[in-house]
């Protein structure tokens, strides 16, 4: 996506937004309560990565049922996003719904959103958010804290010690 936008302007209501981190206060420790199951949140929070899920073909997607619009397939991207309070991220995906936002530029890592329905799914072991509704608040230049994930959160270390792990590159 980053590279077939590349030479396109974004869009305005991120250009009003960029460069200026101060505006976003994300809500710390919420990553943390959403991996724990709590429900009824609308946390803010920051897109610190992003992709697009491959199926068992290797295609991105995978919804197979029914036909989509002109009889193309209704096979629909569905992306992993990693959800950060500025301290620790959360893997969540975003419903097919949410789709066009990605598409439009509109969700892209360091987007800050407002997660506002959403439940949470066990898959293949791991707890992993849905996200249905979001409101998109804005882009900032960099991601905003340095978190770690909620499944290793690591020991917490006084002075600062170590460097935190960044959102897991696959």
Do not use: W
């Amino acid at each position: 996506l980053t590279a077939r936008r590349r030479g396109k302007q974004s869009p305005p209501s991120l250009e009003r937004t960029m460069g200026d981190m101060a505006n976003y206060e994300l809500s710390t420790g919420a990553s943390m309560r959403l991996f724990n199951g709590e429900s009824n949140l609308t946390p803010v929070l920051q897109i610190a990565d992003i992709r697009a899920l491959q199926n068992k073909d290797g295609e991105a997607g995978n919804d197979e049922a029914g036909g989509g619009a002109g009889g193309a397939p209704a096979k629909e991207k569905r992306f992993r996003v990693m959800l950060s309070d500025g301290k620790h991220y959360v893997t969540a995906m975003l419903t097919s719904q949410l789709n066009q936002h990605v598409y439009d530029g509109e969700l892209q890592k360091f987007s800050v959103l407002r997660l506002k329905e959403y439940f949470s799914n066990q898959v293949q072991g791991r707890k992993i958010i849905i996200a249905l509704n979001v409101d998109i608040l804005g882009h900032a230049p960099d991601i905003i804290g340095q978190p770690n994930s909620v499944e290793n959160p690591g020991p917490e270390q006084p002075g600062g010690g170590g460097a935190p792990a960044a959102p897991p590159r696959r």
